[in-house]
């Protein structure tokens, strides 16, 4: 595996410079709210000549803080727009679609670079009705989409799409938030690039949160140049599949990295997610992270992420579902298993602030008897999208200085909530050797095996087949007290069937053994 290379980082870096300098000369026009409807479009119209090009370039619209911005139409310009919120505190200005019968229209459609800064972009109008699909739509060959400090709540669809090549995307500091289809579950995922050759995509110290569907979809078979997915927080983001819309012969992932010469994934943490299942007559497969490799494939940097799914919202999926892997077999290769050459770990994070997972376990359970009902049938999501109310810092032992420069793993904008976990009262005080079994079980081809520990022991697992052969040893090893100490076991070389194991802890002052019996399903 080869890092990305220094061409495709100056070429992004070179980019930037010149958006910061032309930032620093831009003339400024603030839109006060009238309380009338699209008054974004008629300052930027204002500002047009008879054919519809700019009289002023490079201008900057400001929108206020606490205002809300109504619109009922869908404007198409030709020209570049930028829109960004006023300097200060306060909530973010409001874009909110307002119906006029029939769903109410995204704001803009641009062919030329777009550009939200700070600003609290509805998916749900007036009514409360899901917004036409697509708010950050972008046409136009080579242009530029940047979103940064923004919130994304309740759209349909997808959030951001590519509708033509080359273009680049910047989508940096945003809190995205209960994307979903009520009538299709799938169709909530949050970024698309389409059948698109695209040149560059950041995706970075975003908050990814309580949505069913998947963070990337890519249909893009013809590629991207440079594609980056780092410092991201993502929490209950589902990755769920519907049968009646894609039966059976495709791949999909909650990250889909599709088609790219050069990819950064790294220093995100992911928590709760992908945990739905998928029916195997569905899909071909469905992984938390998944890349088409081709000839053209130049770097890759995969490292250092933090992926927990609690086991007890696992363990809600019916028998007859696939639980989703961490990687498609092209990663796994890179990668191993789950990464742990490469700095990934799993460990669960206790989180500040964030929304009550109970509704999303509620759906997990329902789905399964019903999976082509209204996704709102029987979920209702918290109503809490801006940053003011959740807070996604977090306390952990091992994920606050996991990142690839030593810092905590996740969207910056928590850094000052994280903490680094410390041994609490319950491990001192474990006081029985207890054996917590296997999980997955059964499995394929890896499953760990969790134990609790009343003093520091040397342990050894001993592995045999139904007629008692020993099949594997682990070597022996020391661990210090405390609860749920973790052995990861690969049967990839063992025969499908029933296997039993003995894990062996030499404490201070006697020997214990517990025994437990695990299935391997090829």
């Known amino acids: 595996m080869t890092f990305r290379n220094v061409t495709v980082f100056s070429i992004v870096l070179v980019f930037m410079i010149g958006v910061f300098a032309a930032n620093a000369q831009m003339r400024e026009v ?33 929108l206020q803080r606490g205002e809300t911005y109504p619109h009922t139409e869908q404007y198409e310009p030709s020209h570049k727009v930028w829109l960004e919120a006023e300097e200060g505190d306060g909530p973010l200005p409001r874009i909110l679609g307002v119906s ?37 739509r972008q046409r136009g060959k080579g242009t530029t989409l940047t979103a940064k400090n923004c919130v994304f709540p309740d759209h349909r669809h997808e959030v951001f799409r590519v509708d033509d090549s080359n273009q680049t995307w910047y989508i940096e500091n945003n809190l995205i938030v209960r994307n979903y289809r009520k009538n299709d579950w799938r169709r909530g995922y949050t970024i698309s690039y389409r059948d698109q050759q695209v040149d560059s995509v950041i995706i970075k110290n975003n908050t990814f949160y309580n949505t069913p569907a998947n963070i990337s979809t890519n249909n893009n078979y013809t590629g991207c140049n440079y594609l980056e997915f780092s410092q991201n927080t993502v929490h209950s983001v589902g990755g769920l599949m519907v049968d009646y819309l894609y039966g059976g012969q495709f791949e999909s992932a909650l990250i889909n990295f599709g088609v790219a010469q050069n990819v950064v994934c790294k220093d995100n943490i992911i928590i709760d997610s992908a945990v739905w299942g998928y029916e195997p007559q569905w899909a071909d497969s469905i992984f938390i992270m998944n890349i088409n490799m081709t000839d053209s494939t130049e770097s890759v940097d995969i490292s250092n992420n933090n992926i927990w799914r609690d086991p007890t919202f696992l363990d809600l999926n019916p028998d007859s579902v696939e639980i989703v892997k961490w990687f498609d077999p092209e990663l796994e290769e890179l990668l191993g298993e789950k990464g742990a050459d490469f700095g990934f770990i799993s460990e669960p994070v206790t989180f500040n602030n964030v929304p009550d997972q109970q509704p999303l376990r509620d759906a997990l359970v329902t789905y399964f008897d019903s999976p082509t009902a209204p996704f709102d049938v029987y979920l209702e999501l918290p109503t809490e999208p801006d940053a003011a109310e959740v807070d996604f810092g977090y306390t952990a032992k091992k994920s606050p200085t996991a990142s690839s420069t030593g810092g905590p793993l996740g969207a910056e904008r928590w850094y000052d909530g994280v903490t680094v976990g410390v041994e609490d009262e319950a491990d001192q005080l474990v006081n029985s050797f207890t054996l917590h079994g296997n999980y997955p ?41 405390g609860l749920n100490k973790e052995v990861s076991i690969n049967g990839s070389e063992w025969a499908s069937g029933v296997y039993f194991y003995q894990v062996s802890a030499e404490l201070p002052n006697s020997k214990m053994v517990k025994s437990g019996k695990m299935m391997l399903l090829k």
Do not use: C, W
């Open 30 to 62: 603030v839109i006060e709210n009238t309380g009338m409807p699209n008054v974004i479009r008629d300052a930027i119209v204002a500002d047009l000549n008879a054919e519809g090009e700019e009289v002023v370039n490079n201008t900057k619209y400001i």
């Open 100 to 136: 006029t019968g029939g769903e109410a229209p995204r704001l803009l459609r641009a062919t030329d670079d777009m550009t939200f800064i700070g600003v609290r972009y509805e998916g749900l109008d007036n009514d409360g009705n899901h917004t036409d699909n697509a708010p950050m």
């Open 441 to 481: 079980n059964p499995f394929n081809p890896s499953t760990t095996i969790r134990f609790d520990l009343p003093a520091r022991a040397d342990v050894q697992i001993t592995f045999t087949n139904a007629l008692g052969q020993v099949v594997y040893k682990t070597p022996m090893t020391s661990y210090s007290a």
